[in-house]
T-cell receptor, first 114, second 113 residues
């Protein structure tokens, strides 16, 4: 059972380049999330999805887009990367009603924008 | 909106000492859940515990215990007889009814052998 996986694990981008981070879960969870973690800031929610084909904005959505075409996958896109997007990105999933159930996290993607 | 405060940024203890990590929260919800996660040096986030606001009984799991006090809006985490493997960043989290988790800024615990 792989749980939550993220691709890639590391990436270096130049300012203005684009990329997509892929998150996959094999637990048949309805809810999926993208967070960024910055030193001294904890984890902050970027976007989330309550089901296939639906997405919603979190606390820090600017500069990011997401898509959930399949229940098991949640993609995070950066259209024009900026140095301020240098961070560690975590994907998570939960069974349902995330306020009651724990979120399961992927291993993270370390992104550096130069 | 939910708010979680972990005032202790870094804590260092010597192995076998007890240590308490503080978590203070704010919410207008009458029913809510609180969570603790551990992030070891390897980077992954590991779920430790979930607590319902209706249940104020302390919880103990091995060397770990949690003290939930609604009157002071606190959900503190104590490690008894700390070990080097306990070295990690610990996060307290409070979700809202819209399914968004709000994390504290974390407490970095270093256990010195």
């Amino acid at each position: 059972n792989a749980g939550v996986t993220q691709t890639p694990k590391f990436r270096v981008l130049k300012t203005g380049q684009s990329m997509t981070l892929l998150c996959a879960q094999d637990m048949n969870h309805e809810y999926m999330y993208w967070y960024r973690q910055d030193p001294g800031m904890g984890l902050r929610l970027i976007h989330y999805s309550v089901g296939e084909g639906t997405t919603a904005k979190g606390e820090v959505p600017d500069g990011y887009n997401v898509s959930r075409l399949k229940k098991q996958n949640f993609l995070l896109g950066l259209e024009s990367a900026a140095p301020s997007q240098t961070s560690v990105y975590f994907c998570a999933s939960s069974y349902s009603l995330a306020g009651r159930y724990e979120q399961y996290f992927g291993p993270g993607t370390r992104l550096t924008v130069t | 909106a939910q708010k979680v405060t972990q005032a202790q940024t870094e804590i260092s203890v010597v192995e076998k000492e007890d240590v308490t990590l503080d978590c203070v929260y704010e919410t207008r919800d009458t029913t809510y859940y609180l969570f603790w996660y551990k992030q070891p040096p390897s980077g992954e986030l590991v779920f430790l515990i979930r607590r319902n606001s209706f249940d104020e009984q302390n919880e103990i799991s091995g060397r770990y215990s949690w003290n939930f006090q609604k009157s002071t809006s606190s959900f503190n985490f104590t490690i008894t007889a700390s070990q080097v493997v306990d070295s990690a960043v610990y996060f307290c989290a409070l979700p809202n009814t819209g399914n968004q988790f709000y994390f504290g800024t974390g407490t970095s615990l270093t256990v010195i052998p």
